[in-house]
């Protein structure tokens, strides 16, 4: 007698919640149907009476060409920073992929508690805005701290050759695409930002590119 | 006597629906130009998510820069509107951490070992918050019989929590949208992860 009841006594309450979570479902299930519902006639309906079927093809023609007005007719770069490969393109054809090297995205912070850099390839449209031949690297505080070093006060300090390769191709705020000393890394990411490549694709592009080359990094 | 009704009303009511179908199709066709094409304009990438048919696509000023294929897509709740939309954030349970560079007492050989934040630290399950209350869930397709019973949990999941959310959302009088992308490899879930960024911006077709 006193196991029913409790028997009985349990099972109501979680009855009762059994039926609000269903109950609770099925509005849910019924509230998410009503909208799309209403959006699909909504599309139907928009159109009808107003604007012929004629007349939206030809409209979608012109935006159509007017999308691909706005597409470099040139040579331009792509840089998968994921895989570490850039391509020259022209249109949809790739003229040549390479192994390089991005960013790591790792930390720097200043002993202190002073800046901080976060060594990241940027991402978005660029262009190439220089184009230099023989570059020196001129050293840029975040080295000096990431070797322990005490930061020059002199600028002569900064300056290091042969260590950029034979071309650099600037694309804004010292980003460049440049050469390297660690071809064995091309591949995996590596650096502090910049884009690093072998040297006979970096002759390629730098030959290929001119000033104003679009480059997309994503 | 019926069945000719039948095929007269059929004769005439099916170009009608016919031609309203491709009116719609036309139509969203148009939405769908008109912001790619305001998104083109702007100097950033963009992404579009053709659940239709079933492709990711990354591009920039109309250019294609790397394509995703959707194995599987399943939506709930209030439809997307086809405008520009953008990522506000990206939710992972276990969300990739940067390297901290240490620049005292570092080991000769530590320098040496790559210590980087790559495509391989990125989750693959994830879900995408976007304007609008849109909850984009991207996952890789499960393989192999030890991936039955999460498939099952998340397919339980799947029924039960968004009509909870849709409820909760309407109470808010706020829309909520959910849609669920499969896409084929792991590695494939991974290269969205890290190439969609915070505010970028994207359209659901």
Redesign the interface.
């Known amino acids: 007698m006193f196991k029913k009841k409790s028997f009985v006594i349990t099972c109501i309450p979680l009855g009762t919640l059994l039926l609000i979570f269903i109950s ?6 019924l ?2 149907r009503k ?2 519902n209403q ?2 006639n909504s ?2 309906e ?3 009476g107003k604007i012929g ?1 004629k007349e ?2 030809s ?2 023609y012109n ?2 060409r ?3 007005n ?3 007719s040139e040579l ?1 770069i ?1 840089i ?4 570490n490969i850039l391509y020259f393109k022209k249109g ?1 054809q790739i003229i040549r992929e390479c192994a390089i090297s991005c960013g ?6 200043e ?1 202190g508690g002073g800046r901080k850099w ?1 060594f990241d390839t940027p ?3 660029f262009f190439v805005k220089s184009k230099i031949k023989d570059p020196y690297w001129i050293k840029p505080d975040w080295a000096f ?4 070093k005490d930061v020059p006060k002199d600028a002569k300090d900064r300056v290091e050759a042969d260590f950029l390769g034979k071309y650099a191709l600037g694309f804004g705020d010292g980003y460049f695409i440049h050469g390297t000393l660690y071809t064995r ?1 091309l591949g ?3 650096t502090h930002g910049c884009v690093r490549m072998g040297d006979e694709d970096l002759k390629e592009l730098y030959l290929a590119a001119s000033t104003g080359t ?1 480059i ?1 990094i ?1 | 006597m019926v069945s000719r009704l039948i095929t007269l009303f059929m004769v005439f009511a099916m170009p009608a629906n016919i031609l309203a179908y491709y009116d719609a199709i036309n139509n969203s066709e148009k939405l769908l130009l008109e912001s790619e094409l305001t998104l083109a304009k702007k100097p950033s990438l963009y992404f579009i998510f053709d659940l239709r048919n079933k492709k990711i696509y990354l591009k920039a000023k109309g250019i294609l820069l790397r394509e995703w294929e959707i194995r599987k897509v399943r939506y709930w709740g209030n439809p997307v509107a086809i405008k520009p939309i953008a990522l506000t954030e990206k939710i992972a349970i276990l969300p990739p951490k940067r390297e901290s560079i240490k620049t005292e007492d570092s080991d000769e050989d530590e320098k040496y070992e790559v210590k980087a934040l790559e495509l391989d630290d990125m989750p693959s399950s994830y879900t995408l918050s976007l304007t609008g209350d849109i909850f984009l869930s991207v996952k890789p397709e499960a393989k192999g019989w030890i991936s039955i019973f999460p498939a099952a949990l998340s397919t339980l999941r799947w029924y039960t929590i968004p009509p909870l959310k849709t409820l909760w959302f309407s109470v808010k009088k706020k829309p909520y949208t959910s849609i669920e992308i499969v896409l084929n490899i792991k590695r494939e879930s991974q290269a969205l992860y890290w190439a969609f960024t915070e505010g970028m911006e994207c359209i659901i077709f």
């Open positions: 609770l479902e099925i509005a849910g299930h509230i998410a909208p799309s959006y699909r599309l139907t928009k159109n009808k079927w939206t093809s409209m979608n935006l159509r007017r999308i691909a706005l597409s470099p331009y792509v998968d920073t994921a895989n949809e790591s995205g790792n930390i720097l912070s002993p976060i991402k978005g449209e701290i990431e070797e322990g890394l995996r990411n590596v679009k997309y994503f």
